[in-house]
């Protein structure tokens, strides 16, 4: 397993942009395909974002799909999610998540590590 650690969380206003970031440490952060989960108030965990280990592919949720763009630095052990044109639909804790086959982070089953989690609150 890596341990991760989400951070960058914040309140915000509608329209906004804000920048997560995940800090990965353990075994090789570069093996492991990341993703970003999130879950409101509520509501069940949803997917939200995915990359392969190589930076090369990518999977967003239709929700977030042209608003939201995931990326990594394999040389700083570090997943980003930039989330633009923010809503309060948007609001919820993001989590950070690691596998080795990006397939199980997409169905959000047995994913191999977890991070605790980040507050996003985005305001009218």
């Known amino acids: 397993q890596v341990q991760l650690v989400e951070s960058g969380g914040a309140l915000v206003q509608a329209g906004d942009s804000l920048r997560l970031s995940c800090a990965a440490s353990?075994?090789?952060?570069?093996?492991?395909?990341m993703g970003w989960f999130r879950q409101a108030p509520g509501k069940e965990r949803e997917f939200v974002a995915a990359?392969?280990?190589?930076?090369?592919?990518?999977y967003y949720a239709d929700s977030v799909k042209g608003r939201f763009t995931i990326s990594r630095d394999n040389a700083k052990n570090t997943v980003y999610l930039q989330m633009n044109s923010l809503t309060p639909e948007d609001t919820a804790v993001y989590y950070c998540t690691a596998d080795f086959h990006i397939a199980t982070i997409r169905a959000g089953h047995g994913i191999d590590s977890w991070g605790k989690g980040t507050l996003v609150t985005v305001s009218s």
């Open positions: 990359i392969t280990w190589d930076g090369t592919v990518t």
């Open positions: 353990g075994r090789t952060f570069s093996s492991y395909a």
